[in-house]
């Protein structure tokens, strides 16, 4: 093992992985700031950010494994390789290892390029992105491989351009917006937005099946130059077929996996207030955030006050609307993350939701346009959203609202505060009965 070790090292110190390492610490360090370095304070999102340029990664790695594979023919090492005694597949295991610690190493350098603002911030949500980052060097390691393999039965000298471009190629459209790519991928990778991006029962699958391929492709990369006839067929057939049989069940269950989200942990760490006011909740990882979410849920839990089924505190939601407690207004949603962080591009900073409160689609099944069952569009959204504005801004309906429901904006114009808090507490009731008919009996409350 040690003798093993130190021709890794060696390796190490050869042209094709030093070349790597500098190539994945300034392409790495380079896609990541060209996000306009949007991601504040948060590692998690700085891990989204290296997710998604796995695609591009993983490509590059199968172009440097040819030219890696190929290495030893255009130099002819592997007929002296091949007289020695030593097994094939652990001289090339250990090229084909220094080649992605040296990619590898120089992901973690192009990432701390981006990583040291966070630092110097005091960051959050450091786990998740652990987590991708862990899963990036089973890919690396799987593609690398692939183009090992490659090298070694090809001499083509564009053999390593030409395997990139097609590898990517067949990751980026073939595959794109696939639940396969939690395989073909790994890292967690599910596609989609940040909220429904990480899946670590697909991230623990998919690197075992990355390593069970890498092993294969190693096994076949390693066969002899120039086999017996029929040898190398035979060698193929049992490697693809160990390797089929053994991945079958762990493609089938990462694939099933990726119609699932980030796990939620049934009883999350909190940092709450404790004082004597309204309690306001936010998970603990996000309490440097608790002060202005305090101040602003107070302000709104202020201004539901005399509505009935009003909140009296504020706190994270259960992703299960059956499990959300009634009485507490969402301290997550609209402009913020999931991970609890102001999404400053949209606006003001805001730490509640006072439309997740209200609206249906936080206590009902919903179609994919997000609506419940028999309403077509304009029973709910119009009447929660009076009701959200007034409630968090005191506005009276915006310009989509007036233009288009403008018999509803002027009878709640014309009401009392009275009234407005009659209609919006059966509003909010109606939602919880899923009833969009009771939605639009609330109008009876504007005309008393």
Sequence with gaps: MTGWIRTVL????????????????????VLLWSHSAYW???????????????????????????????????SGV????????????????SEVVALTVAAYA????????????????????????LLYVAGLLPALLSYSA????????????VAAPVAGVVSYLVLGFVLWNDDKRAVTLGGGWLGGTEIFAFDLDGL????????????????????????????????????????????????????????????????????????????????AEHRHLLDEATTQAREVLTRFEGIDGAPTRAGPPRRDPASRPSDML??????????????????????????????????????????????????????????????EQGNIGGQWLRESFPK????????TDAQRRDFAGRVIAASRACDPTAAVAADNALRK
Excluded: K
């Excluded at 005694?85 to 001289?91: E, M, P, Q």
């Excluded at 692939?146 to 000298?157: A, E, K, T």
């Excluded at 509803?408 to 009401?415: E, I, P, R, S, V």
């Design 408 to 415: 509803l904006a002027g009878l709640f114009t014309d009401a």
């Design 330 to 391: 969402p301290t997550t949603g609209g402009d913020v993350t999931p991970w609890g962080d102001p999404d400053e591009r949209w606006g003001p900073q805001a730490y509640v939701n006072v439309w997740g409160f209200i609206s249906p689609t936080s206590y009902c099944h919903t179609d994919e346009g997000g609506l419940v069952a028999g309403d077509p569009g304009d029973m709910f959204d119009p009447r929660v959203e009076l009701v959200a504005g007034w409630v």
């Design 106 to 129: 120089g992901a973690l350098v192009g990432l701390a390029s981006a990583g040291w603002t966070i630092l110097v911030t005091g960051g959050y949500g450091l786990s998740i992105a």
């Design 146 to 157: 692939l183009g090992f393999l490659i090298g070694r039965w090809l001499s083509w000298r």
């Design 78 to 93: 592997g007929e002296l390789h091949d007289s020695t005694r030593r097994s094939a597949l652990i001289r090339h295991s």
């Design 10 to 29: 060696r390796e190490l110190r050869r042209g094709t992985p030093l070349f790597a390492f500098v190539l994945f610490a300034v392409l790495v360090g």
């Design 204 to 283: 623990m699958l998919s690197s075992l099946g990355l390593l069970i391929v890498a092993i294969g492709l190693l096994a076949l990369g390693s066969a002899e130059r120039r086999p017996a006839a029929g040898s190398a067929w035979l060698t193929a057939g049992v490697v693809g077929a160990v390797s089929t049989i053994l991945l079958f069940p762990v493609t089938v269950a990462a694939v099933e996996s990726g119609s699932t989200d980030y796990p939620e942990d049934p009883d999350p760490d909190l940092a709450c207030t404790a004082d004597d006011g309204p309690r306001v909740c936010l998970l």
């Design 40 to 74: 504040g304070t948060r590692w998690n999102q700085l891990g989204v950010h290296l997710r998604d340029n796995f695609i591009l990664l993983a490509p590059l790695a199968v172009a440097l494994g040819v030219w890696q594979g190929g290495r030893s023919r255009r």
